[in-house]
């Protein structure tokens, strides 16, 4: 049983570009959910998806957005990057009343 | 608003007791998880207390008090695969993964 895995595992931009990261959930799984790393900090909430739409939202500007497709798998797509956006990207997926989140191993990225 | 506390780090010897300490403040809540993070890697799930008490789970253990906003993770027999970061967090709504976590604690194991 495959667990949740993101892609890719790391990515340099630049400046002003745009970035789509991916996730396939945990097989049973229905809820999609992003989090923002810092280095040294816990994760912080980006967005949650369940049944194709964004359900709740965190303190992140609408350059962050994202889709869920039927299958439940999910993108991050981020615009205009900033240097500031660098951080580690984790993915975590659970049943919509379930109990804890689990997570992919997420994807680095460096914008420089 | 949102508030969680934990502390940044901490020292403790193979074999040994050790219990990371968590405070908190939040708009609601819908349980509280305490997850460990290697280096470098995903964050992966170790307990979860919603009401009151102390849950076991093999070295691992967590308690939680509502009414005091506090709960903490004791790892017994310290191994020195426990060196991690520890992060605690609350998740304040039923319907949801808004989890809203800790800075974290790391933990160094010495021999």
């Known amino acids: 049983d495959a667990g949740v895995t993101q892609s890719p595992t790391h990515l340099i931009k630049t400046r002003g570009q745009q970035v789509t990261l991916r996730c396939s959930p945990k097989?049973?799984?229905?809820?999609v959910s992003w989090y923002q790393q810092a280095l040294g900090q816990g994760p912080q909430f980006i967005f949650q998806?369940?049944?194709?739409?964004?359900?709740q939202r965190g303190n992140f500007p609408d350059r962050f957005s994202g889709h869920q497709f039927p299958n439940y798998s999910s993108e991050l797509n981020v615009n205009a990057l900033l240097l500031g956006d660098s951080a580690l990207y984790l993915c975590?997926?659970?049943?919509?009343?379930?109990?804890?989140?689990?997570f992919g191993q997420g994807t680095r990225l460096t914008v420089v | 608003g949102q508030n969680i506390d934990q502390p940044t780090e901490m020292t403790a010897t193979e074999g040994a007791i050790v219990q990371i300490n968590c405070t908190y403040q939040?708009?609601?809540?819908?349980?509280l998880f305490w997850y460990q993070q290697h280096a470098g890697e995903a964050p992966t799930f170790l307990s979860y207390?919603?009401?009151?008490g102390l849950e076991e789970k093999g070295r691992f253990s967590s308690f939680l008090s509502r009414s005091k906003g506090y709960s903490y993770l004791l790892l017994k027999e310290l191994q020195m695969k426990d060196s991690a970061s520890y992060l605690c967090?609350?998740?304040?709504?039923?319907?949801?993964?808004?989890?809203?976590f800790g800075p974290g604690t790391r933990l160094s194991v010495l021999p």
């Open positions: 975590a997926s659970s049943l919509k009343y379930g109990g804890a989140a689990f």
């Open positions: 097989s049973g799984h229905d809820t």
């Open positions: 998806y369940y049944e194709e739409e964004e359900r």
């Open positions: 939040t708009s609601g809540f819908n349980g």
């Open positions: 207390n919603v009401l009151d």
């Open positions: 967090a609350v998740r304040p709504r039923r319907d949801g993964q808004n989890f809203v």
